[in-house]
């Protein structure tokens, strides 16, 4: 009996296991020659491949690096401003730019500049904290409701339908009216009152798509529990439009907060906000407008430096839109 030969891929195309060989080891060549995947490669999840995109997209970058300018100086104001916001001189009311005060006076004799770079720290503030607050309390209502359904997702969907009928702009005339207040809490408990149902309908409808997918059913299928189920695997998935909506309604507070302020039942004296100094400024226009165009245009700019953030951040998230 010959001795069985040992095997040479040189002679691999001869015979069926030979062409069988030489069809595998030419699959690297499918797909334009590229090489096999590699299988210890791990593919990009959503959040990192959306980093990706976002440190690619100018508006992002542009937007990002006003926002963190904005943020400094909210926190250490005096870096760039060194006078008092409150101080006052009457001599020099309405007057225009002058060395050392390059946005001039308002109808008080005080610096404009300096009550601008001031007025950012709360803005941001209002800003940030009643969007978290509006995303934390619509995110576990709308949550809740959309994965365990029944009575509770009736109950809050009623509810959400009663607060969407009620005006912005008059509900905080109403509310701030009955609480008053010269700090920016009441201002942002009101936001957060009407804030966290938009909220709460998208994290709604985006958990109720999640849940249905195959592995929150296998998970379910294991004995998994409605806590681990909701943390581990429906939470991390459904987040992303919450924060889409709510990074592009942070400056829509920002803006709210200045209208309640202009129309006096905002922030009150002495805090410093862009909305009083827009209202105190507004009968000047004629002949002092600096008084109120920095003032709004630093509105302007914040509001707009959030929307472009949020919009980079949408496009990002959301795969259909690339």
Known sequence: MPEP???DPAIAGTGAGGAMDLAVSEAGTVDGGRPPKDPSE?????????????????????????????????????????GNPLRADLSKAQQGSSPGHPFGYD????????????????????????????AILGSVLGALAGFFGGWSDSVLSRISDIFFGIPVVLGGLVFLSV?????????????????????????????????????????RA??????????????????????????????????LEATLSYLGVGLKEPAISWGI??????????N???????????????????????????????PKLR
Not at 277 to 286: F, N
Not at 290 to 315: E, N
Request: proline share 6%.
């Open 42 to 82: 791990k593919a990009r999840s959503l959040w990192s491949d959306a980093w990706r995109e976002l440190r690619r997209n100018p508006v992002f970058i542009i937007s990002g690096l006003v926002i963190v300018f904005l943020v400094i100086i909210s926190l250490w104001p005096s870096l760039i401003a060194g």
């Open 288 to 318: 002092a407008p600096h008084m109120v165009l920095y003032p709004a245009g630093a509105l302007a700019l914040t509001v707009l430096a959030f929307i472009m953030l949020g919009d980079a951040v949408r496009d990002a998230l959301d």
């Open 277 to 286: 100094d827009i209202s105190a400024a507004s009968g000047y226009m004629r």
């Open 179 to 219: 609480v008053p207040g010269t700090t920016v809490w009441p201002v942002i408990g009101f936001m957060v009152l009407l804030g966290w149902p938009q909220i709460a309908r998208i994290a709604r409808g985006s958990v109720i798509t999640v849940k249905q997918n195959d592995f929150v059913q296998a998970a």
């Open 107 to 134: 109808p008080q004799g005080r610096d404009v500049y300096t009550r601008v770079v001031y007025g950012t720290r709360t803005s941001v503030t209002v800003g940030v904290c009643a969007t978290l607050g509006v």
């Open 222 to 255: 294991l004995g998994a529990s409605n806590s681990r189920m909701m943390l581990r695997h429906v939470a991390p998935n459904a987040i992303a439009p919450v924060i889409v909506v709510a990074t592009i309604a942070l400056g829509t507070y920002i803006s």
């Open 5 to 7: 030969q040992p095997y």
